[in-house]
């Protein structure tokens, strides 16, 4: 999950709260946090680091499926 520290859209609080929930339930989850605000995610140099971790997110994914359909 990313989420921004001064995002006004998605209010820290909740993007906390859905933290919190993701490891009451068990959820195996990644949280990376942008030092900025909603909008400012689209502009330089945080679309890079945003851009970085949602692209890490996904190769490691399909890395580990790749890695399970290998054992099978």
């Known amino acids: ?25 068990g959820v195996d989850f990644v949280s990376n946090v942008l030092p900025c605000g909603h909008y400012t995610t689209g502009e330089w140099p945080y679309k890079y680091l945003d851009g970085w971790y949602l692209g890490s997110f996904v190769w490691g994914s399909f890395k580990r499926l790749r890695e399970a359909s290998e054992k099978q």
Not at 9 to 24: D, M, P, W
């Open 1 to 25: 999950m990313v989420h921004a520290t001064y995002d006004l859209t998605f209010i820290r609080k909740y993007s906390l709260e859905v933290l919190k929930n993701f490891g009451a339930r």
